[in-house]
């Protein structure tokens, strides 16, 4: 039995301009619509995903994959049909997933765990050694604590420590085979910080109610259109080094997320992105945190790629002694937004406010959702939706005998 599990973390902050965007790569983005659609739809609550990180799985996969199983893998990534060009074209999105400056860092790290009692085919070690920038490790999947600490120590290593116990020794499998992770990692600084001191109570509408959140405030220039076609707001939050930026899409009507969800496949990011307008803004937006898990079979069925997680998958490229089976493919995400910016391991009329300088004021006060995306290959890193905010946690003042101070709880 071959077990998948996939893992991440992040922090995100940057934006800007794209241009001459290959389109082997701008072709991978149809995948990251249909992701989110299939894995936010009919969830209550905050959904979180990585498309780079599931891709970037599903290229090792592909790798070994033969048959119905190859075919089913390359319509859903949109890649050639042809094997020298899929890597070409793989090789080029992985090599975009990796930067180091002062306002961001971006990392992703492929890892395959192997059974000690099997073989990889030495073709396909090269191959995700040299492609696929991946790391192979001997492992004995009978020892449960040891297979686990093992596991658990390289995502840890490979996230920053977002996610430092991500495995069980209950969830290891004895008669698994092997295990392929990704660790993708992202920290940036917004390169509009907003000012912590303008950060107050705030109404957050769901379902009708008003939830008390961590409301953040930022007077600046920013990208921003109406999108008529989908009757959302769609606001652009650049990070430092102007190639990262958070899009955020917010419906008009309060309810009207599902909508935006069914709709969203109809009109891509670039071309909501043309639309857009530097704008003075008043932008009120929720602090975030999320802790994400989920299993991305079902998305991934609904997108077509089936046999992989049956007895019918044709992974014959893997091991020198036969093929092997998906059973699960569990994904992790964290990422946390704040008025300095990201670190993860994802309407009424009254909201628009012409003001007095001819700018826009934008209440950010209804489930939404939103892109970490690079603008110059415009891939998407991180995506999700927001229906549970950072609750407001109120200031308490406590009164000493010989002096007054506030404490935050």
């Known amino acids: 039995m071959f077990l998948l599990l996939v893992f991440l973390a992040a922090g995100l902050q940057s934006l800007d301009c794209r241009e001459h965007v290959p389109p082997e790569i701008s072709r991978l983005n ?38 119905k199983t190859e075919a089913e893998i390359k319509s859903a990534l949109r890649l050639s ?31 395959i765990f192997v059974s000690n009692k099997l073989k990889l085919k030495k073709d396909y070690e090269q191959a995700i050694r040299n492609i696929y920038y991946s790391t192979v490790t001997s492992i004995d999947f009978n020892n449960p604590v040891y297979a686990a600490d093992t596991i658990n120590h390289w995502v840890s290593e490979h996230t920053k420590g977002l996610i430092p116990d991500l495995v069980q020794s209950g969830e290891i499998n004895p ?16 390169r509009h910080a907003f000012n912590p001191k303008f950060t107050r109570v705030g109404c957050f509408y769901t379902e009708g109610s008003c939830q008390k959140v961590a409301m953040m405030e930022l007077h600046e220039d920013l ?43 109809y009109m891509s990011l670039p071309q ?8 003075s803004m008043r932008l009120y937006m929720p602090k975030f945190t999320i802790d994400y898990s989920e299993s991305m079979v079902e998305p991934l069925r609904k997108m077509k790629i089936t046999t992989l997680f ?49 700018g826009v004021q934008l209440k950010v006060d ?38 007054n101070y506030l404490v935050m709880n």
């Open 81 to 111: 049909p042809y094997k020298d060009e899929v890597r070409d074209q793989l090789n080029l999105y992985l090599n975009a997933l990796y930067a180091n400056t002062s306002g961001v860092n971006l990392q992703n790290s492929n890892g």
């Open 272 to 279: 909501i992105s043309q639309l857009m307008e530097i704008t």
């Open 366 to 403: 209804r489930p939404f959702l939103f892109f970490l995306r690079d603008n110059l290959l415009e891939l998407i890193l991180f995506e999700g939706k927001i229906e549970e905010p950072t609750v407001y946690v109120e200031e308490k003042v406590f009164v000493g005998k010989y002096d």
């Open 223 to 265: 990208n921003y259109a109406f999108v008529d076609n989908l009757r959302a707001h769609a606001l652009e939050l650049p990070y430092e080094g102007s190639r990262y930026s958070m899009i955020i899409l917010v419906p008009q009507e309060r309810n009207g997320l599902e909508t935006l969800i069914r709709d969203l496949p």
């Open 175 to 190: 008669l698994s085979e092997s295990l392929l992770t990704n660790a993708l990692y992202f920290k940036g600084l917004w």
């Open 30 to 67: 149809f995948f990251d619509t249909d992701l989110l659609r299939y894995a936010a739809e009919d969830k209550r609550g905050n959904v979180l995903v990585s498309p780079a990180s599931i891709k970037s799985i599903l290229t090792m996969i592909l790798e070994v994959s033969r048959g």
């Open 310 to 358: 049956t007895k019918n998958a044709n992974l014959s490229g893997m091991f020198e002694n036969g093929s092997a089976q998906v059973n699960n493919f569990l994904h992790k995400v964290h990422l946390s937004v704040d008025e300095t910016g990201t670190v993860a391991a994802a309407a009424s009329s009254v909201m628009v406010i012409p003001l007095i300088e001819d």
